[in-house]
């Protein structure tokens, strides 16, 4: 069909007007591209250009019955000499799947193009596109549009596919008749980046050949600025968040004396990095429920569920919007009775950095709480994370345990040697954060402050424009939760055609953590009676970005 439609009046775009192939060795000289994609041999007049580039061409012509089974041999035998050149016959509806593998700089389609050969080009060849690649496709105006076989075989027009299309694009066509349309990618719009300053260029390196790149002085200087911003005394920094769970329900175990029945009430909606270390400790889960509104755990399931078993409190500030504490502590001394006692509570703060409850950050309410500062996180140190203790007693034992339970500033064994450790009364880990990742974490902290509060304004912007659903912990303008916004979370009602549509638009969206209860390593601990705002929430729940490195042309979606 595609062959019939090709007539000795419509020939390729470049031959008809050189203006075009001036164009296209334009295009060519500013991209100086090093890969080429072609549908559309024909004469080859296009690949001619797309051959004098040196860039690796693969050029397909889409009918099989050309003597050689591609285009006619006095074409083929024309780029003989040129080894970067491959022709063969390829069929445009199934070769994308072949090259799968490949990126281009250059995609150029020219087989009696419409609207359709436009849609597929955009559902299955973008993807082949460079970032910063161009997508050149014959066709595009009015008068193209008007053709005769396209009125015949009543093809869609492209134009009017051009106009009402929802892809992630920028397109230009240029002429009347013949015409051609450029094509490129819009920006990405990511849910994560990494912020990296550049002073790390400078001072990494010098670290790195300093002699000393385990735990020394970067690491004391490094709590020291954390301790100085939080006002907060017991801090201790860690190789990740895992291990500072980890560490902190073990703190909480050796002081409760804990054993396999007892319990921790947790939340599974959250990294598996909070709730792994709770079966490392060998203790028993306890699911609670969440809140539909906040995606933070429901303090009103949470009393239900509470009895003599119940030792630990754990939760993750969702998203950075943090739960209500003082409503936490009011159910935990209202059952201080019934229980006998007043559960340790530990907070994971992975996703809050900088947030604030009743305006005092996360980290300083008297609890153990742990922060992460793995690479997408706010506040990164390449990898890592940090451990908030409550009191100097639990800091000091906690340093101990970081490192093998080994007491770094009293070695010298009986004043004798150096090397060896005096008596090691708890065993420990290797928690430890090292100089390298300690220096990162120096050079980001001064920008952490500007970044957080960038996000905050591009959530107060999203909280008063965004119209595709509701919004699950929307910006308080009285401060009593002040968010950092690692997260934006929103309801939506058609989950998966929403999240296709916005992949489609550069978008990414995701609910960006799975529910633990449902991996069989949690098997043991089925929860009663389900959870059943989680099994609801889990159909409708996404992140959308938010992040520092945005504004608000990139936010209106």
């Not at 203006?19 to 296009?46: A, H, M, V």
């Not at 769970?245 to 396999?260: F, N, Y």
Request: charged content about 30%; aromatic content about 12%.
């Amino acid at each position: 069909m595609l062959k019939e439609q090709m007539s000795q009046d419509f020939r390729s775009s470049y031959q008809k007007n050189i203006t075009y192939g001036n164009l296209l060795e334009g295009i060519l000289f500013d991209k100086n591209p090093r890969n080429i994609l072609e549908f559309g041999i024909l004469d080859g007049y296009s690949l001619q250009y797309f051959a004098k580039t040196g860039a690796k061409v693969f050029a397909f012509d889409i009918f099989e019955d050309f003597v050689g089974n591609g285009p006619p041999k006095d074409i083929r035998d024309r780029f003989n000499h040129f080894s970067n050149v491959s022709i063969e016959y390829g069929d445009y509806y199934k070769k994308y799947k072949e090259l799968l593998k490949n990126k281009f700089d250059i995609i150029h389609i020219d087989i009696a193009n419409n609207g359709d050969v436009y849609k597929f080009a955009f559902d299955n060849y973008l993807d082949l596109l460079e970032e910063d690649g161009l997508m050149v496709l014959e066709g595009g105006s009015e008068k193209r549009d008007e053709v005769e076989w396209m009125e015949k075989y009543k093809k869609t027009k492209i134009k009017s596919f051009l106009e009402n299309a929802s892809y992630n694009i920028e397109y230009k066509t240029i002429g009347d008749f013949p015409s051609i349309t450029i094509v490129k990618k819009k920006k990405n719009i990511s849910l994560f980046k990494v912020f990296m300053c550049q002073d790390v260029k400078q001072k990494v390196p010098e670290t790195l050949l300093s002699g000393y790149i385990t735990q020394g002085k970067k690491v004391d200087q490094l709590e020291q600025e954390l301790s100085k911003m939080f006002d907060h005394p017991y801090i201790l920094t860690l190789n990740s968040a895992t291990s500072g769970l980890t560490l902190a329900l073990r703190m909480a175990k050796d002081k409760l004396g804990l054993g396999q029945k007892d319990e921790v009430l947790t939340s599974p909606l959250t990294c598996m990095a909070t709730n792994e270390p709770i079966l490392a400790n060998g203790l028993s889960i306890k699911w609670v429920d969440v809140d539909k509104e906040t995606c933070n755990i429901c303090l009103t399931d949470l009393e239900k569920k509470l009895t003599k078993n119940t030792k630990i409190i754990m939760f993750v500030h969702w998203g950075g919007y943090p739960v209500d504490l003082d409503l936490l502590d009011e159910i935990l001394e209202r059952n201080k009775e019934k229980l006998g006692f007043k559960p340790v509570v530990i907070e994971d703060c992975a996703h809050a950095f900088l947030s604030e409850y009743k305006g005092k950050k996360l980290g300083t309410h008297g609890n153990y709480a742990v922060f992460s500062t793995q690479a997408i996180k706010h506040f990164t140190t390449g990898d890592g994370g940090l451990l908030f203790c409550p009191t100097k007693e639990d800091y000091d034992k906690a340093k101990l345990l970081r490192w093998f339970g080994i007491d770094r500033d009293k070695r010298n064994y009986k004043g004798k040697d150096f090397r060896l450790e005096h008596d090691v009364k708890d065993w420990g880990y290797k928690f430890h954060m090292n100089d390298i990742n300690a220096v990162i974490g120096l050079c980001n902290l001064p920008y952490i402050s500007r970044n957080i509060e960038k996000c905050r304004e591009n959530a107060l912007f999203l909280t008063k424009n965004y119209k595709k659903g509701k919004i699950l912990h929307p910006y308080d303008p009285e401060n009593i939760t002040k968010s950092s916004y690692w997260l934006f979370s929103v309801w939506v009602e058609e989950k998966e055609e929403y999240i296709k549509e916005m992949k489609k638009k550069g978008i990414m969206i995701s609910q960006v953590h799975q529910r633990n209860d449902t991996h069989s390593c949690f098997a043991d601990f089925t929860p009663k009676g389900g959870l059943p705002n989680l099994d609801e929430l889990e159909k409708h729940l996404v992140c959308i970005p938010c992040g520092w490195w945005l504004d608000e042309k990139d936010l209106m979606f």
